[in-house]
């Protein structure tokens, strides 16, 4: 999925396209969108050569089902989905949409539970959420899936944080942090 190490850009504020839009990644995630400005959003970031990676979840005003997914890529032309639905997310696939499933590290047995339902999944990604925390499991993790690129997300503020994920075996992360970008 990655051709290079990337700090993905995640919107939460519409006030901060922009700079993602001059942000070196080539993808960027819209989230807590609504579905009323997000084919506008999706074709600006087309236009600057960006791939549209939207939070299923977070797209206000959609289902969170098949329907949705196929709403997503044919009516607002959205590149790939995250989500911690893995349903959801082989809809996405068998359309042909990129797939990163979400992962959150709440303890030990969101860790098992997480690892047990990657086995026999085939996405693009998997993003592990908080960033500082993940990078403790990437073996593990890589030992499962390792043809999916390694996402961390979450709790990244600072320069050196991110660099350490980098170095420590993800592909990319994602931040709401411009200054990051």
């Given at each position: 999925?990655?051709?290079q190490k990337?700090?993905?850009?995640?919107?939460?504020q519409?006030?901060?396209?922009?700079?993602a839009?001059?942000s070196k990644?080539?993808?960027?995630f819209?989230?807590?969108?609504?579905?009323?400005?997000?084919?506008?959003?999706?074709?600006?970031?087309h236009?600057?050569?960006?791939?549209v990676?939207?939070?299923?979840?977070?797209?206000?005003?959609?289902?969170?089902?098949t329907?949705g997914v196929?709403w997503?890529k044919?009516?607002?032309?959205?590149?790939?989905?995250?989500s911690?639905?893995?349903?959801?997310?082989?809809?996405a696939?068998?359309m042909?949409m990129?797939?990163?499933?979400?992962?959150?590290?709440f303890?030990s047995?969101?860790?098992?539970?997480?690892?047990?339902s990657?086995?026999?999944?085939?996405?693009?990604?998997?993003?592990?959420?908080?960033?500082?925390?993940?990078?403790?499991?990437v073996?593990?993790?890589?030992?499962?899936?390792?043809?999916?690129?390694?996402l961390?997300?979450?709790f990244?503020?600072?320069?050196d944080?991110?660099?350490?994920i980098?170095?420590?075996?993800?592909?990319?992360?994602?931040?709401?942090?411009?200054?990051?970008?």
């Open positions: 999925m990655f051709s990337t700090v993905i850009p995640s919107i939460r519409l006030k901060d396209l922009q700079s839009l001059s990644s080539t993808y960027i819209l989230s807590e969108v609504h579905i009323g400005n997000l084919k506008e959003l999706t074709n600006r970031c236009q600057a050569g960006k791939k990676i939207v939070h299923l979840d977070l797209v206000e005003g959609l289902t969170k089902d329907k196929k997503l044919e009516m607002f032309k959205v590149d790939g989905v995250i911690p639905n893995q349903r959801v997310l082989n809809a696939s068998k042909g990129l797939t990163i499933y979400r992962i959150f590290l303890d047995r969101s860790l098992d539970q997480s690892l047990k990657l086995k026999n999944t085939h996405f693009d990604g998997v993003e592990i959420l908080p960033g500082p925390f993940a990078i403790h499991f073996e593990r993790i890589q030992s499962i899936v390792p043809e999916a690129s390694l961390a997300g979450g990244l503020d600072t320069k944080k991110i660099n350490k980098l170095h420590g075996g993800f592909v990319a992360v994602t931040t709401s942090n411009r200054e990051l970008w």
